[in-house]
């Protein structure tokens, strides 16, 4: 496993005019390895990757880009601290089954409509709506209108690795929607049971808007 570097820009030394001197540090760039479906960060540093070129994930209905690492080796070992994802959901299609987590949780629709299920009530969203999910919030999205919605995803990390991530609930109006699981549970794989799994992919063009 790869050696976290430390997540800072700059030491201070003793001594100096002021009581201390200030000199960077060099973080390095991180390597990407090219995949059968797109570019992956392969060590921990610095990058710029273009969305198209990275590695995606379909199912029917859903495509998926995981930003900060898709298992939890890639994570822990080069994003410990932050989650980031783009979703694209197709009208009626959740992007995940109702649930909450221990961390704060954020959304911005970049493209088209959906709808959020938060707390048992529905909630309509359209283009730059920003939703905020504080730990302990239960939601869910699906898509709506009559085309795709893209909605960027971000969430805190830096408690995860030593505690419970969060639980599976179930909920009347998010099981309209396909969009819960049978019974309340911190096990993906009994939440997911009748969900197809994703696949990675290399980009699908037109997935995303131009």
């Known amino acids: 496993m790869s050696q976290l570097r430390p997540p800072v820009a700059a030491k201070l030394i ?34 710029v990757m273009n969305a198209r070129d990275a590695r995606w994930f379909h199912r029917p209905g859903r495509d998926s880009l995981p930003l900060t690492g898709d298992d939890e080796f890639e994570a822990e070992t080069y994003f410990p601290m932050l989650g980031m994802s783009i979703q694209v959901l197709a009208p009626g299609e959740p992007n995940a089954m109702y649930h909450w987590e221990t961390e704060q949780e954020d959304f911005l629709v970049l493209a088209g409509e959906a709808l959020l299920i938060v707390e048992g009530q529905e909630r309509k969203l359209r283009q730059w709506d920003f939703v905020h999910c504080p730990p302990e919030t239960r939601h869910v999205f699906v898509g709506a209108g009559d085309g795709p919605c893209v909605i960027f995803v971000a969430s805190s990390r830096q408690f995860q690795a030593s505690g419970p991530w969060g639980y599976y609930t179930v909920d009347e109006t998010a099981h309209r929607y396909g969009a819960c699981p049978d019974v309340e549970t911190q096990d993906g794989g009994v939440a997911y049971a009748n969900v197809q799994p994703s696949q990675p992919t290399r980009y699908r063009e037109g997935v995303l808007p131009d």
């Open 14 to 47: 003793a001594g100096g005019a002021h009581g201390s001197s200030y000199y960077p540090i060099v973080v390095r760039e991180a390597e990407l390895q090219e995949t059968d479906a797109g570019l992956v960060p392969a060590s921990t540093g610095w990058f």
